[in-house]
Structure formats: C-alpha cells, structure tokens
C-alpha cells in the first residue's frame, strides 16, 4: 500500500479485546479524582451489564468500557505542561500527524511536472470545503507567482468601452461569494480504458470545492458596453505560458460567471491563479482560466488549440466532440475506497461526495451488493448549486465480500450512468467527462480495491 | 499605519490619470497579434468617446482605457517561460506578496504568549470561510500537537455505559459536517471601556467560521444511555494544562452539539484542538472545549473556575452574571474599517459580516451618515443558522467625512443594540459578550479610524 493512505482515511482496526490493558492504561490519562473513580469502578460494573443487550451501534466497536487503574491520577504530559504560543506572524500548518495527507503528483502521467497534474487526497477529507492547500493543480506550462501590483486585467472585443483594470479597480466593484466545485474534464479518465488506478485520489481527486469572490462578470460585460445585438461569445486568455484560452458562451458568461480574486476567504493561491482567475460553475475546469488578463468578446466560437485539439471527446464513430463543457452529475464514495483496509467487522459510516455542473445534487442512492438493491443517503447541508455535496449512509459490514457505489441524480432528474451504459453513447476511446458510476470491492480481508462491474 | 493592513484589505489608489503611460504600457504585455491590435486602436477611439457618458460605475475609478503602444506584442515574462511544477508532497501556502496577511498578537494583552489571543484579519478576508490557517486562537496555557493515536475520550456520569474511545473508533460514527461561526465571549471587549483598538483584526478578530466535521454527541450519549430522568447538564473536559472545563444543559447537548475532528475539510489544526473539539454552535467559543478527552453527565452545573471567576458578566448592580452563552446578533464592516485608507472618492464595495448565535440572519442594514439613514444590503448565501453571513452593499464616497455602521437582525426579529443600549442594561464594566454596532469613521484624507457614536 503506497503511503499516501496511511492518514485519517485509512480505517485502523478498533482495539480487539472489549477490555484491553492498553485502554485501561489510557483511562489513567484521564486525570480523575478519587471521588469520580469509584463512580467509575460502578460505571464499569454497569457497562459489563449493558454490553450484552447492547444496540448494533454499541456492538459496533464503537468504543470500549474500562477498568480501574492504581495510576488514574496520572496526567499527560500535555495537560500538565504550558503548550506553545500563539502565532505570531506565522501562518498556521496541519499537525505533524497529517503529513502524509497530500496533493500528489500521478508519476508518469506527463513528461514535465510543470505540465502535470497534483491530485487532491479526497479520501482523507471531510465535508464540502477543499483546503487551499490540497486544492488540485492541473498546468499546462507551470505556475506562477504573479505581483498583483502589476497585473492587468482587460475587456476588449465587441464592447463599446474596452478597458484594462488593476486588481484595485476590480476589488472596488460589486462582488459576490459562492461555494462552487471545480472538476478537470480528465477527472476519472483512466477509467475509460479500465486502469484502475489505485486509490480515489487518482480516480476522482481532480476536483476541488472552495468558496469563491469576486466580480460577476455580467457587470463588467455591461460596464464594457458589450455589443448585445452581436455579442455570442467570449475568449478568456490566461497569463500563463501556454496561452491558455477558452471561448464561452455570452448566455453563460451573463449568468453565472465570476472574475474572481478570493478562494476560501483569501487570495487565490499562486497554483489556482493568484491574483485572478476566471469561476464557470458547472463548467470543467480547463475553462476557469487562471492568471486571467484577457476577455475577448466576439460573434463565434474561437476553436483555439485548447479546445479543437485538447478537451475534446472520442466519439465511436472515429468524430471528436468539440465544446463539451458542463461537467455531468457524478458521485463517489470516499470512504472506504480502494487502498483503505476495513479491519474488523461491524459498523462504518460510508461517506462521499456528489456533485452536477447543472445544479443541484437531488439524492445520493448508495449500493453495498453491486448496485443490485440501492439505500437513499443522508445529505448534509448545505447543497448548493454546481457545488459539492457530502453524503453519509450508515452500513454494517458483516466480513463478506461486497461491493459499494454510489449514485447520485441531480434536480434535472439525471441519473449517473453505469460504466457500459456511457460506453454504449460514447464508446471506449475517450479520455474527458466521465462520470460513469464508481466501484469499491471490499475483499473479506477487508481491503478495498478498485474494480469495474458492469 | 502597521503593516498588517499593508495586503488586499488596503484600499489602494486607482490610477490618477485615465490614460497614463504605464498602463498604456501593460497594454503591451497583453500579446494580442497584429491584427487585434488594430481592432484595440478601434476599440480605444470607441472607448473615448463612451466616457463623457459613462456610468456611475463606469465613473467610479473602475478602470481605464487604453491606447495602443508599439510593444504591444511584448509578453510579461510569466507568459513565454515554464513555471513552477505541481505540488510533489507539499502543503500550498499563500503567494508571497500575502505575507502581511496573518493572524497577530495584541502586543502586552497577556503576560504569557501561551495564555493570549491571535486575532484573525478580518479586514482582508472575503466570503464566510475563514482559511484555518487564519483561524483566531485563545488558550488558557498553551497549545499542543496531540498524536491522535494515543488520544482517548471518555463519557461517564449519569450514563449506563462508560466508554473510552480511540480517534478510530469516532471516525467510524455517523458524521455530520456543518458551517458554524465561532467567537470568542470576549470578542469586542476592549470597545467597553472606550478603547479604540486600531484595527477590525483587534476589535473583532476572535472570530472565525469553519466547515466542521464529526459525530453529533447526541448520537454518542444516546449511546452510553443516559440517565433520561436526572440527567440537565454535561461537563466538557479539555486535554490542556489550563484544565478547561464547561458546563452544558443536556438540551442543548441534545442539540446541535458535535464532537468533531474535521474542519474546512481536514483534520483540526493543533491550535484548534486537534484531533478533538466540541463544537456547540452559536454558543461562546470558551465551551468548544479544545483537545476534548472527557464529557461527564451530571445533574446539576459544575461552576468550574472557568464559569465561576472568567467569562462571567459585570453588572451595573455589582453583580456579575453567570453562564451568558449565546452570541447575540452582531455585525460588523470589514471593508472600510479601522487602518484602511480610501485614496480617491467613487463607487466602493462596503462589505462585511453578520452572524447570530440564535439562528439566522434575517438583513443586515448599512447606514454612511453614523446611523441616521439605513439601506439594505446584500447577503451573499448560503446564509446558514448560527453561520457567518457577508453582506456586501455599494456606495458612492463623495469626499465629505463620513460614519460608517452595520446593524444586523436575525431571524428571532432580535435587533443589533447601540453601544449605549447596550450600556444602560449592561453598565460599563463589562468585558464579554460586546455586540453593539460599530461605527468607523472615514476622514476627508480617506483614512478610516475606530470611533463610538451614541
């Protein structure tokens, strides 16, 4: 097992025996006064009753009774020392413990690490917030760290006013905050040829979630004086080297469209476009153009290299299709998934992540038998629209083999497909935009691996 | 001026000149080919024409026009070189030119830098998510990284079952991820007794919101059964040196309360409480007890140092009242505010925060003439109970001095009080539990300053 899923996600076995020495000796960190350790030593008595006609939760190895200890008063050092200060002029850090969960680059995938993709650790996380830091990076010729002090940003094309801002012009304007995914239109590409990448990192960890400010870009096309009898489209270029460009369409670049400096509550980071980049909910990410410093607005389509050669879709007649942009509704299991090991029976809180770029999640249906009988799956709140939304279902593993998926259907009413069932439409050839049903087969061993059932 | 306002929360000037030759000159590094360059020159004659018409907007500093330049195919240097590679087994961090950006220490507030505050920057902060490496600390003797897997957590009193759990054991649990504000009791204390701290990162800074993650502690005194006829509070039991310990009412335990690991999408940060905290939403931050080990089940408050001598409110009558917990309905303008310059007169976005520990919040009102005349702002969503809201609202600075104000109402129809509301019920010797409107007042220079208005 590769050491990226030695961290929270991986699923350590409970302790075995329902009194263990170990876990008497922890209860003596506890710090109890004599008065509350006779309490205890009744409490204990009582807890012994109790075990045998315990719920299936308690039967779960979901915590341990304990015994009495000569050494209860003893402390931990931490409760008996001063800790550290509080920072001063630092910026705060996960703990040491946390070290293994992180972006990781896919070794081999391209030929430059400038020109590459870092994968975020979804198996580890929690909720709908991606941290900054683990946010995925996907370049096309490296990152930058731009002085925004001289960044430039402009508006040209069809408009009456073409006009060029500094990040103070735009941080004046009208700005607004919301929560959207962003997914690589490669997420899950892999799959396509049946490479089942090891663990959910790899599989689906080219998407991220953040809280996103800025400017909509509807007031900055109006404040341009954009030609509205001739306006269909706009260019985004990007100030990166390899002049990254994107055309969208005017009815979407009115909606929806954030210029956007903030993620998270702060600056952009330097890898997600610092100081500015371009927010297209429900759009894959090749098109959130990053160190924004150009829209362009025309009457057509712009077919620029990153849309007529790259990000284009193998269809089964040997045709590509161009100009796939909304990334489909999709789920995934994150716990357990492939490279996490179930080590005991009993009790698990599966948990994962459902998203569509056509608004929102409607329900999660989770699977634990290959999809033959599906359970409908608590959402937690908020679910928004073009955001991720985290599911939790509660499962009993009783040490068979199983295997888990998840399924979720949008407010249109779509449903994610099966893997055959996208191929029968779209062939086995391509590489962009599947979001195909995911299996995770749990071995009696309790390892979880990546698996394809049709 | 101190350096923690010199980031993105500092209102720079815009450029005096509309056309001026260094923008001209950022023309040029914008790489559009020959045959734009004559659409620009176009597009610049069109533009010059616009502006004696222009907007509001358009008048208020929110971008220039531009004229051709014969460098107009010069790149900036990020645009034709290979950038950095993907993150390989790192952390992101912010970009270097947001180093001023950080949480920071009232210099003398403590005597111990273990026993202190570290106030989140506000000022330069967007959206709702505070990034957790802004995130405020208070400790009471210090803060520790805590190996999650020696870590234990106990639930005994009045309860059938005692337990002892491992990290492992938890995170095996039904979870649920919620956004949630926290802030400190003595948030805004220093306003009481008419000290105008220097900026909103000092005046209102012990506040953070997350996205956290973990089991509700109903689920897990549910399942240590108990005692449903004797049981009316819990006792929270932190791992520090400080022996923090807080009385609950099991109501509110039965609540929303959550015993959680998780926030903003991974693991707690050491300083926060990793790998345990109680969250107990719209409650004071001093009873999210950090490095949770122990929840004790009890019949009556506990009256610990920490409820008995800290966190108690002085009344005018000489008595101090005990066991305020709630965080009222406050807000606050994060930009303008306190150590922020305004440079030039136009359109801004005033923007800020609004929150209540009872639920929602229902509007928020901005007044720029110290709270004569109100208008409603924006809120940005999701707005979320017992969850930080940012309103945003646009305003035209004409030059004159102005007070700025922000009243926010929630959903229990509960009104923001003046400071001297506040005063005539509470007297002047109070330290926690501040939540009057604040008033910053911009001066003609444009510099904005921390003033009480009655």
């Known amino acids: ?6 961290t929270r996600g991986r699923i350590l076995r409970a302790p075995e025996n329902f009194v263990d020495r170990s876990l008497a000796h922890d209860i003596t960190t506890l710090g109890l006064n004599e008065e509350r350790r006779g309490f205890l030593r009744k409490g204990f008595l009582a807890a012994g009753a109790a075990l045998a006609s315990g719920s299936a939760l308690a039967q ?4 341990t009774a304990f015994e009495g200890d000569p050494n209860i008063l003893k402390l931990p050092e931490h409760a008996t020392t001063l800790g550290k200060p509080v920072a001063t002029n630092a910026y705060g850090m996960p703990s040491k413990f946390e070290t293994n969960l992180l972006r990781r680059e896919s070794p081999g995938l391209t030929r430059v690490s400038a020109a590459s993709v870092s994968f975020t650790p979804l198996q580890g996380l929690f909720g709908i917030i991606t941290p900054s830091g683990l946010h995925f990076e996907r370049h096309h010729q490296g990152w930058y760290d731009i002085d925004p002090a001289t960044h430039r940003f402009m508006i040209n094309g069809l408009v009456k006013n073409p006009k060029v801002y500094t990040m103070d012009d735009l941080m004046r304007l009208p700005s607004v905050s919301r929560m959207h995914f962003i997914e690589c239109g490669a997420n899950t ?9 090891p663990t959910v990192q790899y599989s689906h960890g080219m998407l991220s979630c953040s809280e996103f400010t800025g400017v909509p870009l509807s007031v900055l096309l109006e404040d341009a004086g954009y030609d509205k009898k001739n306006a269909k489209f706009i260019l985004a270029e990007g ?5 990254m460009t994107r055309t969208i369409s005017i ?7 954030i210029v956007a400096w903030g993620m998270n509550g702060e600056m952009l980071r330097p890898e997600n476009g610092y100081p500015l980049r371009l927010v297209v909910p429900g759009v894959q990410g090749v098109s959130w153009v990053k160190w924004l410093r150009r829209i362009e607005v025309g009457d057509k389509p712009y077919a620029t290299k990153d849309e007529a050669i790259h990000y284009i879709d193998a269809m089964p007649d ?5 100009y796939t942009s909304i990334q489909e509704c999709k789920s995934v299991i994150t716990t357990p998934s492939s490279g996490q090991t179930l080590l005991d029976k009993g009790f698990y809180n599966i948990t994962g992540l459902a998203w569509s770029g056509r608004g929102k999640v409607k329900r999660v249906d989770v699977s634990v038998d290959g999809g033959r ?7 937690e709140t908020p679910v928004l629209s073009k955001c991720l ?3 939790n279902i509660d499962w009993v593993w009783d040490g068979s083999p199983v295997v888990l998926q998840s399924r979720a259907i949008d407010e249109t009413g779509y449903v994610q497909p099966k893997i055959n069932e996208l191929r029968a439409v779209r062939g086995t050839k391509s590489i962009y935009h599947n979001n195909a049903i995911q299996s995770w087969k749990v071995a009696e061993s309790g390892e979880v691996s990546n698996v394809q059932v049709y």
Chains 1, 2 share one sequence.
Do not use: C, H, I, P
Not at 251 to 257: G, I, K, N, S, W
Not at 318 to 322: A, D, F, K, L, N
């Open 1 to 6: 097992m590769s050491n990226d899923t030695k």
């Open 60 to 63: 779960a190895a979901k915590g």
């Open 189 to 197: 590409a892999m799959e396509w040829g049946n490479v089942a990448v």
């Open 239 to 243: 100030g990166d080297g390899s002049g």
């Open 251 to 257: 009815e979407r670049a009115l909606d929806d469209v």
């Open 318 to 322: 040997g045709m590509y299709r161009q």
């Open 373 to 379: 009988n599906w359970r409908t799956a608590r959402l």
């Open 389 to 391: 939304t985290r599911f």
